[in-house]
């Protein structure tokens, strides 16, 4: 499998961005998807994962209620939506692929295939 990470960019606080995962090579129906990100002098974290065929989630603390990880079979992409970005949310943001058990979801080191990141920046 290869991801490719798209969509980045800088945007207010307050804004909206959506982050595009596309698998070009395999397909996803059997992985769990991951967004991760990781800011300046902090370690990669995860943010938003999802069973790319089911309806499982999950959500980093301090984002629930404001992105979104869906995904288009067809298209073989998963989405993050972000909304009320705030300046902390700040990253390079990165896609994965893996196997884990919904335990460990929050995990970077069960994830086996990784697309390049994606800077997102918010600042006025």
């Known amino acids: 499998v290869q991801l490719q990470a798209s969509g980045g960019g800088l945007v207010q606080p307050g804004g909206s961005l959506r982050l595009s995962c596309l698998a070009s090579?395999?397909?996803?129906?059997?992985?769990?998807l991951g967004w991760f990100r990781q800011a300046p002098g902090k370690e990669r974290e995860a943010v938003a994962v999802?069973?790319?065929?089911?309806?499982?989630?999950w959500y980093e603390d301090s984002v629930k209620g404001r992105f979104t990880i869906s995904r288009d079979n067809a298209k073989n992409t998963v989405y993050l939506q972000m909304n009320s970005l705030k300046p902390e949310d700040t990253a390079v943001y990165s896609c994965?692929?893996?196997?884990?058990?919904?335990?460990?979801?929050?995990?970077?080191?069960?994830?086996?295939?990784w697309g390049q990141g994606t800077l997102v920046t918010v600042s006025s």
């Open positions: 994965a692929a893996g196997l884990a058990p919904y335990s460990q979801w929050w995990n970077p080191e069960t994830y086996y295939y």
């Open positions: 090579e395999g397909s996803l129906s059997r992985y769990v």
């Open positions: 999802r069973r790319f065929s089911g309806g499982s989630t």
